[in-house]
């Protein structure tokens, strides 16, 4: 899970991931496979006869395949605002600035606010209720989490539980 950025308003707070350099970088390659696959199609149609029209129509279309699949990968973004103002949080994915609303939840409808460890450096912080368990965002340190944790607070109506336990002293 790439960093995870906050954007806090004062009616609603967003936490948006990023897909991150390197994934910037892994995209651009496919991106310019599309982008050749269709020039080729497109300049190379007239002076190649023996290419099928059929050909040429999957061949373009492997291009844009490509090039979608390059921009997920390059401009790819996903992200959760939680709105004070409707109660309610909101899954998004879109590209850049193009957002796609995936999934809303009344604010009303969870119990449970809280930081877990899921392995040695990483920390979530989560919100459940019911059947829905939402990673808001996770972290590599604890101090982090629970400062980003207490932002997040401020915007849901329940009480942040950490269940990290402090590590052992052996001695």
């Not at 982008?35 to 007239?46: D, G, H, K, Q, W």
């Not at 965002?137 to 207490?150: I, K, T």
């Amino acid at each position: 899970m790439t960093a995870t950025k906050l954007h806090v308003h004062p009616d609603r707070i967003e936490l948006v991931n990023g897909s991150g350099c390197a994934f910037n970088l892994f995209g651009c390659p496919f991106v310019l496979v599309g982008l050749f696959m269709l020039l080729f199609v497109t300049l190379s149609a007239e002076h190649i006869e023996h290419h099928s029209l059929v050909e040429r129509i999957l061949a373009g279309a492997a291009g844009l395949a490509f090039m979608f699949a390059g921009a997920l990968f390059a401009f790819g973004k996903s992200g959760i605002v939680i709105d004070k103002t409707e109660s309610v949080i909101r899954r998004w994915n879109g590209l850049s600035s193009f957002r796609f609303v995936s999934d809303t939840f009344p604010l009303k409808d969870f119990s449970r606010f809280a930081i877990e460890q899921r392995d040695r450096n990483n920390y979530v912080v989560i919100i459940e209720g019911g059947n829905t368990t939402i990673t808001l965002l996770s972290a590599h340190s604890h101090a982090v989490a629970c400062e980003q944790a207490e932002q997040i607070g401020a915007f849901v109506p329940l009480e942040c539980d950490d269940e990290v336990q402090p590590p052992s002293s052996v001695g």
